[in-house]
């Protein structure tokens, strides 16, 4: 992993918040991308130098399975008893010797190694010398101004790294994960109220009931002081958007504090603005600002959403131990690692690598947050879409999106909000929401150049094909005995994809979508990239005044189960919602596969009730 603190700026260019993400093995040396610009494949010059992390597996994962239960057990004498990363690494990560197995089993394969963190060894070498030492040949896939090298077969490990239990996330050559959301409304006007229901985050402050800006506790606002936040996301931002983004809502005129600025972090050399990760970049950096004002927030800027980019955020994350909540609006179905869609190769080494890392940061008190994906139930585009036979048309099946799917992680779903509407007033009290998923036409998912059809725009959620039920969804009928389900909780998302949808904008239920500021100009946008973000913000407010909370999930899943025995209302429950497979109420309770455990009402959810809640849009109580 490579850290830089600067950047080439780059020719910014309007488009949705997908990309080409994908080349599937049997690619030849041009593929048509859904944008239009294709995807080029050439073999890698022989003597391209190449650089990758290999990771080390964890160790007593059984013991390290309940304390991180114990953590977030009130009644448990390791309640909220965090670990540090050199604490961490003593009990559960691999020992200096076993490092050293690790690197010299690359040496002998004529690679240079370096032990670069605590589970994690660097290693470097040519193309020629990547290729002989793993048996499979590189190709460079381009797209979209961007370049990455994958293998054509799976990587073969030798005796002794498979001895030292070696994972490469590098290299490996199957769909990457992406943007969670995308554009539906351009320079959208600066008259927000009206039946076209678009919201800026003093709107969804008051909405989702929000503590008074001036609010005070402990000698701090509860507005996010304290907490410490990270974004990861390809691509970067423009500072000036942030400052556009405040100044809109009058922030400056209506309040003593100063405009929030978010910290650059670029891992593996970063992305660069006006990249394809660039929307997502600014969205998810407004959300969290806009929701927690007050919070420490730092962009991690990747060069793409590869596993192998994603993986050394995380790691940075759990290795410099220095953000309390970390939120990712991106994924990808889980079946993409599986075997079956992969030409025989199994991915989910890839899998258990973040998962690893997020039971690590879990241990030292970090909560991991992540959107559930768009595309309803139905993440999946089937196995026909990777093997095309023009007998075969392929159709989203139902599926889940990883790393939401991790059991270690809070999955944010939702739908749409509806707030009250005066002309006379900027006041926008919540009204309710619905998850209706909006038909879509047959579109390219992942710009393989294959229509897929029977696709639903909305939250998604469901069950998951390779995580077992956690202990804190036992007693709340989430439908399986046995499996993880998603989402966990539901904020915005909003709806009618622009150039998707089957059926005109609000057909079948209200509409919304956020607005934010990109290269100075306002945008429409919608996904649970809103939502994720967002329920991140929300968060900091918590744990600003509490401290650390390790997986959140015991505690909002505890919270779900005491209003189902009539205990206070944190969330809003019972919206009228189908993702194209699944409906409200199909689990037999509050809970369901669109809003989790429902969409919060913050200063219930968080014990901040004795607080005087956010009021309308542009006052000091919600400037």
Same mark, same amino acid.
């Given at each position: ?10 020719a910014?260019?309007?488009a949705l918040s997908?990309?080409?993400?994908a ?6 040396p ?6 239009g ?7 890698? #010059? ?11 597996p ?16 009130? !009644? +448990?004498?390791s309640?909220?008893?965090?670990? +540090? ?13 076993q490092?050293q197995v690790?690197v ?13 963190g605590?589970?994690?060894?660097h290693? !470097? ?14 190709r ?9 090298v994958?293998?054509?077969g799976?990587?073969?490990? +030798?005796p002794a ?6 994972m490469?996330?590098?290299f ?14 351009t320079?959208v006007?600066d008259?927000?109220f ?8 003093? @709107?969804?402050k ?30 970067d ?7 556009? /983004?405040f100044g809109h809502?009058a922030?400056?005129?209506?309040t ?6 978010v910290?650059h &972090?670029y891992?593996?050399?970063?992305? /660069? ?5 660039t929307?997502?970049?600014?969205l ?5 600002? *806009?929701?927690?004002?007050?919070a ?6 990747i060069?793409?959403?590869?596993d192998a980019?994603?993986?050394?955020a995380y790691?940075?994350v ?9 939120s +990712?609006?991106?994924?990808?179905p ?5 075997s079956g ?17 997020f039971?690590?940061? %879990?241990?030292?008190g ?8 768009d ?12 093997n ?9 099946v ?6 939401? !799917?991790?059991?270690?992680?809070v ?8 707030? !009250?509407?005066?002309p006379l007033?900027?006041?926008?009290t919540?009204v ?6 909006? #038909?879509?036409?047959p579109?390219?998912?992942?710009g ?16 998951s ?6 202990a ?20 915005i998302?909003g ?6 949808s &089957?059926?005109?904008c609000?057909? %079948? ?7 934010? /500021? ?18 991140? *913000?929300a ?14 999930n015991?505690y909002?899943y ?7 025995g009539g ?11 189908f ?11 509050a809970? @369901?596969?669109?809003?989790?455990n429902g969409?919060?009402?913050v200063?219930?959810?968080f *014990?901040f ?9 542009k006052?000091?109580?919600? #400037?």
């Amino acid at each position: 992993m490579k850290l830089r603190s600067t950047f080439a700026a780059a020719a910014f260019t309007v488009a949705l918040s997908t990309s080409i993400l994908a080349v599937p093995a049997f690619a030849g040396p041009f593929q048509q991308g859904e944008d239009g610009t294709g995807i080029g494949v050439s073999l890698t #010059p022989a003597s391209q130098p190449l650089e990758f992390t290999a990771f080390l597996p964890l160790h007593n994962e059984a013991a390290l399975d309940k304390l991180i239960a114990a953590q977030t057990t009130p !009644s +448990s004498p390791s309640y909220h008893k965090w670990l +540090s990363p050199a604490q961490f690494n003593a009990s559960y990560g691999p020992t200096a010797a076993q490092l050293q197995v690790a690197v010299k089993g690359f040496e002998a394969l004529g690679l240079t190694a370096s032990v670069s963190g605590p589970r994690q060894v660097h290693v !470097s070498g040519t193309a020629a010398q990547v290729q002989t030492a793993f048996a499979t040949q590189m190709r460079t896939v381009s797209s979209k101004g961007k370049s990455r090298v994958v293998a054509a077969g799976p990587l073969v490990l +030798s005796p002794a790294l498979k001895a030292a239990g070696v994972m490469i996330p590098a290299f490996a050559n199957k769909a990457l994960l992406k943007p969670a959301g995308g554009v539906v409304a351009t320079d959208v006007p600066d008259n927000r109220f009206g039946p076209a229901i678009n919201y800026y985050f003093t @709107d969804l402050k008051q909405a989702y009931d929000y503590p008074s800006h001036e609010a005070m506790r402990n000698g701090k606002r509860v507005d996010g002081t304290g907490a410490k936040v990270a974004i990861v996301m390809e691509d970067d931002i423009l500072d000036s958007d942030i400052v556009g /983004y405040f100044g809109h809502e009058a922030w400056t005129a209506n309040t003593t504090s100063p405009i929030p600025v978010v910290h650059h &972090v670029y891992i593996n050399g970063g992305g /660069y603005f006006g990249g394809p990760g660039t929307f997502e970049a600014a969205l998810d950096t407004q959300m969290v600002t *806009g929701g927690a004002p007050g919070a420490d927030t730092t962009l991690l800027s990747i060069p793409n959403l590869s596993d192998a980019n994603i993986a050394d955020a995380y790691a940075y994350v759990v290795d410099t131990n220095q953000y309390d909540i970390v939120s +990712s609006s991106f994924g990808g179905p889980e079946s993409f690692y599986l075997s079956g869609f992969n030409g025989g190769t199994d991915f989910t080494y890839l899998l258990k690598i973040q998962d690893g890392l997020f039971k690590q940061g %879990n241990a030292q008190g970090i909560t991991w947050v992540a959107s559930s994906g768009d595309e309803g139930a139905l993440q999946n585009p089937g196995l026909a879409y990777f093997n095309p036979d023009p007998r075969v048309h392929p159709v989203f099946v139902p599926g889940v999106s990883t790393p939401a !799917s991790s059991p270690h992680v809070v999955a944010v779903g939702g739908g749409n909000l509806i707030t !009250s509407f005066d002309p006379l007033s900027t006041a926008s009290t919540y009204v309710g929401e619905n998850g209706l998923g909006d #038909p879509e036409v047959p579109h390219d998912p992942y710009g393989f150049g294959h229509q897929v059809s029977g696709g639903y725009w909305g939250a998604g959620g469901g069950i998951s094909q390779v995580f077992g039920k956690p202990a804190y969804q036992v007693g709340t009928p989430t439908g399986p005995i046995t499996k993880r389900t998603l989402p966990d909780v539901g904020m915005i998302v909003g709806g009618c994809p622009g150039g998707l949808s &089957v059926t005109p904008c609000g057909t %079948n239920g209200p509409r919304s979508y956020v607005i934010t /500021y990109v290269n100075g100009r306002r945008y429409g946008l919608i996904g649970t990239s809103v939502s994720a973000p967002e329920f991140a *913000g929300a968060l900091a407010l918590y744990v600003g005044q509490n401290g650390r909370l390790g997986n959140a999930n015991t505690y909002l899943y505890a919270a779900g189960r005491a209003q189902a025995g009539g205990g206070p209302a944190a969330y809003h429950t019972a919206h009228p919602s189908f993702d194209g497979y699944w409906r409200d109420g199909d689990q037999g309770g509050a809970y @369901d596969y669109i809003f989790g455990n429902g969409s919060p009402d913050v200063r219930v959810l968080f *014990g901040f009730t004795d607080l005087d809640p956010a009021g309308n849009p542009k006052t000091p109580s919600n #400037p």
